[in-house]
Structures are given as C-alpha cells and as structure tokens.
C-alpha cells in the first residue's frame, strides 16, 4: 500500500491565502458596511404642508448621485461615493421606488400627512413599485391618467413587468409622449434627469400624490388631504 505523502509548506501556502483572500474580502464588505453607518446620520421630521415645488426642490440635489437598490441615503456632493459596489452593497444612493418615497414626503406608516426625510437619512419606506401600480384605499397616493390634462409636474409614471419594475417622477412636461423625468435609474447612471418616453408606454400607469399642499397656501385654503 502506498502512503500519501503530505507536502506540509504547499498545506502552509494554501492557509496563508485563504485566510489572506478572507481579509480582502472581510475588508471589502466591512468598507461597504460602514459607508451608510459613517456618511447616513441624518433624521426626519413632520411638515404641515408638502407642494409640488418643495418636492421639485427636494429632488434636485440627488442629480448625479448613486444609486442602492433598497437604499435612501445621499451624501450630496456631486457625485457617486460607491461607484462599481454591487447592487444592494448599503452603497450611495436611494432606489427607484425609495426616492419618489422621500421626494413625495410620504410616512413610513402610511398615513396621511407629510414626513421631511433628510438627504442623509438612509430611508426607504414601505413601497415597491408593486405597490405603486396597484395602489389601495389607504395609500397616500392613486393612479390618474397619462395625457397632458391629467398630470403636473412630481407625478410619476410606474410600470411593472415579470421581471423589472420602475418608476420616475415628472421633472418637467415634455411633447409627443415624452418628458424630463428625474429618477434613480439603476446602479449604472445613478440619479439623474431623462427625456424619455414613459408616457407612451403601453404598460405605464400614471400616479400622484394624495393631498398636495395648493401652490397658493397659505393665501387660499389650507392644506387638503
């Protein structure tokens, strides 16, 4: 019978780069895990009113900055802080469905009222855009038409098919279908402005906000709900 000989320094090499390979990538992950716990230190808070153009206002700083599926947090500053981390790596960024949850000034609760989340503030909310196409009662937003008559500026478009979903907010009405929309697009492009065609998409719907703040308050009516 012939005996296996052990190669002791080939066993030596073979421990030093495992454990070396899982420094490298203990290290990455711990450098991805402290991104949000180190730049994310902002709150929220309640508002008694929430227009269009606070939303409008909202929005723009996000422009050229990441994108984190799941994600809500932004550090501002012109650009993407975790650009190339995998999706879902707690990088830079909010999602398609996180932003329009900030930019609406919606609560996690999903009661009426308007809720100010900081850009900081690594902040989701409860919805997808599952539940942005199929809104219920409850929700603190509905569908409305797509034509020019129907909608403003900070309405969205959502669509939703087997494998995808996505949804952008009106940055400015456009012509033939088409409008600058602002939206966290994917974790290529970030957050940023398009024009492109949503409102011709034989699968989108179109969605607003429940009670918008009137543009004239506080010399009309106040606030609906």
Not at 39 to 47: H, I, P, V
Not at 69 to 83: A, F, P, Q, V
Not at 152 to 181: K, N, P
Request: net charge negative.
């Amino acid at each position: 019978m012939q005996q296996t000989r052990t190669n002791v320094p080939t066993l030596i090499g073979i421990a030093a780069l495992t454990v070396v390979g899982w420094m490298t990538v203990s290290a990455g992950m711990s450098a991805r895990a402290t991104w949000v716990s180190d730049n994310c230190k902002g709150s929220s808070s309640e508002r008694s009113t929430w227009k269009r153009s606070d939303a409008y206002d909202y929005a723009q700083p996000a422009r050229a900055e990441g994108y984190e599926w799941n994600g809500g947090c932004y550090k501002l500053n012109n650009r993407d802080d975790t650009e190339g981390w995998p999706v879902d790596a707690e990088g830079e960024g909010a999602d398609c469905s996180g932003f329009v949850f900030k930019v609406w000034a919606l609560r996690k609760d999903g009661t009426a009222g308007y809720r100010f989340w900081d850009h900081e503030m690594d902040a989701h909310g409860p919805y997808s855009t599952w539940q942005y196409i199929d809104p219920q009662p409850d929700d603190q937003f509905h569908s409305i038409g797509k034509t020019y008559a129907s909608t403003e500026y900070m309405d969205a478009f959502v669509y939703r098919r087997t494998d995808e979903g996505h949804i952008a907010l009106i940055q400015s009405e456009g012509t033939d279908g088409s409008d600058y929309v602002i939206h966290a697009r994917n974790n290529t492009l970030g957050t940023l402005v398009n024009y492109l065609d949503y409102r011709s998409y034989s699968d989108s719907e179109g969605l607003t906000r429940e009670g918008w703040t009137p543009p004239c308050y506080p010399r009309c009516a106040g606030p609906s709900r």
